[in-house]
């Protein structure tokens, strides 16, 4: 690194640049706010790739700060997370709510700050950073939006505060900040891990992902499908590679996303619940451990970025055009906007793994790496929620909302600025599946794998064709309905507010007064303790030499008085 380089360095971090960005935005407009909307990400873009590998320290007391450490991982999410960036400013680029690109902006600045932290601490910091962020963006939306941005952060100040927590515990173990590989043989490991999965949208607390998200507006929730879940991907990937614990956790989230996808009717809560199902897939080949999979995990997060934003995109013109998400509400809107449903179908047979297509490429790997690990099991589960993604991605989705005839509505197309970002975001998903050579290129480790090998291709397309008859088959099952759906939140929505009204309560009340009683006697006793052992005590005081002498000879003699008198 030239020393030039190195003292613009702290200037010059992506995410910090990207940040910078998004408050200059917040006072721009017209033609210029545009265009520092679609420069700003590939300018920072082009940063990553210009800036050495390797890290640079910085003391801070007495521990090492790592404010920026590039090597292949980190320059594959930083890639993606800018292309999310400008893919989803220019989808929202006549978003009218003017603060949700600036606030966009710094939310993806923040997961840069965290892929891009050598350190700890500064993990924390931007991880903190991207939870307010977002929560912002959740809000905007309006009055609708309040309690569910309410709950979305409390849930992330919680995995705050283990990850806090976690991250003490471990300086006091190993007095090293560093962010390196960890095992779990530690509570703070375990702590941090919780953190971590809380962002993941591990089970049993996913909920607030399709509580969330599905809030926000009609461009907010592109930006909020592409940051948070990744970004503890990658930190996972980092962290924890090979934690067998992921394995089972991963498809738990496989399974729970799927079920809950295919009962529902609002389209972007289907497509949130889908989110957890997806990731589940990356969060079980970073517990299979083996470089194949690692890759192929860093290789699903890559490319679920891209065609989870296109699916959002999709789906946030249907609601811009007609007012409507929920799918009893629409249908036949092929005939009238064509253009998203075809991104859209692109986006659903990606996420399906179609062959040609990105989402097979990923999974291919993600399948093979699990294969070296010999566990039929995982390998079998893993190939049932395949075929569960394309019953509700691949065909409820696209059926009920673009061609199954149900409503009489018949709106056009979106603006250009939205079809551009869809036609962006389809074309990268059919040119990652026809040439997958350069997403292997950027991967963290050398690639071995041929997807298109013809084992590979007969084996998807025979899952695919069984999923589309077991859609026919259970089209009358599978037809959205005006239902809502309970899931684990229900217990803490509901069960919050009886706890506060029960404490408000007599019972509440008497609880605690009995806790007022115990802590009185607790502190009598302390006092108690205190006065005859501390420092001052009877028993704390300096006794004469010939007196402890006489007092040992006491009881020696009367010890052994009593064991030849018993």
């Known amino acids: 690194m ?5 003292l613009l360095l702290p200037v010059l971090l992506p995410g910090l640049v990207l940040i910078a960005a998004g408050i200059v935005l917040i006072w721009l407009r017209g033609t210029v706010r545009d265009a520092v909307i679609l420069a700003a990400p590939l300018v920072v873009l082009a940063l990553i790739w210009s800036l050495p590998d390797g890290a640079r320290p910085i003391a801070w007391l007495g521990y090492e700060l790592v404010p920026f450490r590039s090597d292949a991982l980190s320059r594959l999410f930083g890639t993606v997370f800018c292309l999310a960036v400008f893919g ?21 600045g923040s997961s840069l700050g965290v892929i891009f932290a050598g350190d700890l601490i500064t993990v924390f910091v931007f991880w903190e950073l991207m939870a307010i962020c977002s929560t912002m963006i959740v809000w905007i939306a309006g009055k609708s939006a309040r309690a569910a941005g309410q709950r979305y952060i409390v849930i992330h100040l919680l995995g705050g505060v283990l990850l806090m927590a976690g991250i003490a515990g471990h300086i006091g ?12 043989e530690s509570p703070a490991a375990w702590l941090i891990l919780a953190g971590f999965l809380i962002n993941a949208g591990a089970w049993p607390v996913s909920a607030w992902l399709p509580d969330a998200y599905p809030q926000a507006t009609w461009s907010g929730t592109v930006f909020l499908s592409a940051f948070t879940t990744k970004t503890a991907v990658y930190v996972l990937l980092r962290g924890f590679p090979g934690a067998e614990i992921l394995i089972w956790l991963g498809l738990i989230m496989m399974f729970y996303g799927i079920i809950y996808a295919i009962r529902e009717n609002d389209i972007r809560r289907l497509l949130s619940y889908s989110i957890v199902s997806q990731v589940g897939f990356m969060v079980t080949a970073i517990g299979v451990g083996n470089e194949l999979a690692l890759n192929g ?14 699916l959002l995109m999709s789906a946030g013109s249907v609601m811009m055009m007609t007012g409507r998400t929920k799918m009893t509400e629409l249908g036949g809107l092929y005939a009238t906007m064509p253009i998203t449903a075809i991104c859209g179908i692109i986006g659903a047979l990606s996420i ?19 294969g070296l690990d010999k566990n ?5 589960l893993l190939t049932a929620a395949s075929a569960g993604s394309f019953l509700y991605a691949g065909l ?6 673009f061609f199954n005839r149900t409503s009489d509505l018949r709106p056009p197309d979106p603006p250009l600025t939205m079809r551009a970002a869809m036609i962006l975001f389809s074309a990268l998903c059919i040119g990652i599946g026809i040439f997958p050579a350069a997403l292997f290129a950027i991967l963290p480790f050398p690639v071995d794998s041929a997807p298109y090998s013809a084992s590979h291709v007969i084996t998807q397309l025979q899952l695919l064709l069984f999923a589309a008859l077991a859609f026919v088959l259970m089209l009358g099952w599978l037809r959205p309905a005006a239902t809502v759906t309970l899931d684990v939140d229900w217990f803490w929505r509901r069960g919050g507010p009886a706890l506060v009204r029960l404490l408000n309560g007599k019972s509440g009340r008497a609880a605690v007064s009995a806790v007022g009683r115990v802590r009185r006697t607790a502190e009598r006793a302390v006092q108690t303790i205190y006065r005859h052992h501390g420092p001052a005590g009877v028993l704390a005081r300096a006794w004469p030499t010939g007196s402890m002498a006489f007092w040992a000879v ?13």
């Open 396 to 401: 409820k989705l696209p059926w009920f909302v």
């Open 554 to 566: 006491f009881l020696l003699a009367a010890y052994m008085l009593f064991y030849y008198l018993r």
């Open 376 to 380: 039929m099991v995982v390998w079998l």
């Open 173 to 184: 173990d190993t007095g090293s900040i560093a962010f390196t590989a960890m095992s779990l």
């Open 88 to 108: 989803g400013g220019l989808f929202a680029l006549r978003q009218e709510r003017l603060v949700e690109i600036p606030l966009a902006f710094m939310y993806g």
């Open 2 to 6: 030239t020393p030039s380089l190195g």
């Open 297 to 310: 995990a860093a290789a699903h997060a890559f490319i679920h970025i891209i065609y989870k934003a296109l």
């Open 352 to 370: 399906s793994a179609f062959p040609l297509t990105s989402g097979f490429i990923s999974k291919s790997m993600i399948s093979d790496g699990v």
